[in-house]
């Protein structure tokens, strides 16, 4: 299915954005020296677009593409351990066709479901700066505003959990984050209607750890699709 013009004129200013030096060295020195297991890729290295359906109520938002992982492939959460835990649950629970993504040409299709970040691309030791994270704030604001059937935001981790947070206090829907504390299976309702779910994010330190397990993300999921029926 064609994108809507929307988005392709987006995902383009998102690729050829250089705004941030520090990040630009770091995906670019990556993409050169590449891991070993990968040495026969042609690493994606620029910032990576959100994926996904145009007409989804449900966002997923995360933090950043890891450096292995979407730096190398181009899509969010393929070709990763992230990925690898996230997309059996998304399929289980509706929101993917398959349950394995490793690479832009698996033929992995989203339904009611799309996926961002908070910044685009992959930072040094998974950490961006307050500053890189501002610099890619508003290509959050311009998807937040032509998602326009959304109705669930399921933040991974608390700087997606900031990001929208941040998001709303730009745009006028809230005036403080203070009372909207970051927890796994937090629930808020939204003054703008959407409800705002926070989970754990699925980084293998977390999921290794157990302390992200398969079903306690499930049922983040199978809250959010819930939630879309309401």
């Not at 996926?115 to 998807?143: M, S």
Request: charged share 20%.
């Amino acid at each position: 299915m064609p994108l809507p013009n929307w988005l392709n004129v987006l995902n383009s200013e998102v690729i050829a954005c250089t705004r941030c030096p520090r990040l630009v060295v770091y995906r670019e020195q990556i993409a050169r020296e590449k891991r070993r297991a990968y040495k026969d890729w042609d690493y994606w290295g620029k910032p990576v677009p959100g994926f996904g359906d145009p007409n989804a109520r449900v966002l997923v938002l995360a933090l950043a593409p890891g450096a292995h992982g979407s730096n190398r492939t181009g899509r969010p959460f393929t070709g990763d351990g992230s990925g690898y835990f996230m997309y059996p649950v998304l399929h289980e629970t509706g929101f993917a066709s398959q349950s394995m993504a490793t690479s832009r040409s698996d033929g992995m299709r989203l339904t009611d479901a799309y996926i961002t970040a908070a910044v685009r691309c992959a930072p040094p030791a998974n950490k961006p700066t307050p500053q890189e994270i501002a610099n890619c704030a508003h290509f959050l604001d311009a998807e937040l505003a032509a998602l326009k059937r959304l109705r669930v935001v399921v933040a991974l981790g608390k700087i997606g959990f900031d990001a929208y947070l941040n998001h709303l206090r730009r745009t006028g829907v809230i005036q403080s984050r203070a009372h909207y504390e970051f927890g796994h299976g937090v629930e808020y309702g939204i003054p703008n209607g959407i409800i705002l779910l926070g989970t754990y994010h699925p980084s293998m330190q977390n999921t290794n750890t157990g302390k992200l397990t398969k079903e306690m993300f499930r049922r983040i999921f199978v809250r959010a699709r819930a939630l879309t029926r309401g």
